[in-house]
């Protein structure tokens, strides 16, 4: 499998972020790792191998961003406000530098995003506010709540535009319209060990019924009682889903 890494830098930042990049062509998939993951957190937990069968066919090439949680969502010293505002650069290098990179490997193909607990928080809350670059998002055991997240300080803009609970309730008019002919959504989750405890199943439920109020496409699959919040779990919805859009 070909596979190799890229340092983009961020004007916004003056730093530079890693993406691992798998397979030689295929449908261009955005992966997010868990909190506070590094960019081959996804190959270091079999989550390359799950789906090795689509890389190596051409069907599929993966993209896999580090993540910048340590300094925003889970830099809990700082008040909700500035955990959004620093989220905000973040996704300016997602937006700005990783598309830009993506869109000069593969094309204008359609960028697909995906992540596991943080992570899926990462690629629904891009889908919803992008969905001109990220149409289709795939979400495994998310908890897209940022206020959840030992939050604290006042809640300002910043943290309702990146707060899917907070803005999908408010969307309405063209912007609307559009997203439901343009978004496609599926929140997965499993119903075992830490699932709760994360609140990633109650999360995930609330997400579906808040798209469903809207009328924005989704689908919701709860696995089973035994299948907990951890790699494996992803492992096996990743290799069972993404083959469908593939």
Same mark, same amino acid.
């Given at each position: ?81 500035e955990r959004a505002r620093r989220h905000e650069v973040y996704e300016r290098w997602i937006v700005e530098e990783v598309v830009a990179h993506v869109r000069a490997d593969t094309g204008d193909a359609e960028i697909m995003v995906t992540g596991v607990s943080l992570g899926a928080y990462h690629a629904l809350n891009l889908a919803l506010? &992008?969905?001109? +670059?990220?149409? #289709?998002?795939? /979400?495994?055991? $998310?908890?897209?709540?940022? !206020? =959840? ?30 997203? &439901?002919?343009? +978004?496609?959504? #599926?929140?997965? /989750?499993?119903? $075992?060990?830490?699932?709760? !405890? =994360? ?48």
């Amino acid at each position: 499998m070909r596979h190799y890494a890229v340092d983009l830098r961020s004007p916004a930042t003056g730093a530079a972020g890693t993406v691992a990049v798998y397979g030689h062509w295929g449908r261009p998939v955005l992966a997010f790792p868990s909190e506070g993951g590094r960019a081959w957190e996804f190959a270091d937990n079999g989550m390359v191998g799950a789906v090795g069968d689509l890389i190596g066919a051409g069907r599929v090439k993966l993209y896999c961003a580090e993540s910048f949680d340590a300094a925003t969502w889970s830099a809990a010293h700082l008040p909700l406000e500035e955990r959004a505002r620093r989220h905000e650069v973040y996704e300016r290098w997602i937006v700005e530098e990783v598309v830009a990179h993506v869109r000069a490997d593969t094309g204008d193909a359609e960028i697909m995003v995906t992540g596991v607990s943080l992570g899926a928080y990462h690629a629904l809350n891009l889908a919803l506010r &992008r969905a001109d +670059l990220f149409p #289709l998002a795939l /979400c495994l055991s $998310g908890n897209y709540d940022p !206020t =959840t997240w030992r939050g604290w300080g006042e809640r300002g803009d910043a943290v309702y535009f990146h707060n899917p609970v907070d803005y999908v309730p408010g969307l309405h008019g063209e912007h609307l319209d559009w997203l &439901r002919s343009r +978004l496609s959504v #599926l929140l997965v /989750c499993g119903q $075992g060990q830490w699932e709760d !405890t =994360t609140g990633a199943l109650a999360s995930t439920r609330r997400m579906a019924g808040l798209l469903a109020e809207k009328g924005i496409r989704h689908e919701l699959d709860l696995w089973g009682h035994d299948v907990p919040h951890d790699w494996p779990s992803w492992r096996a919805q990743l290799a069972h889903h993404l083959p469908r859009f593939c």
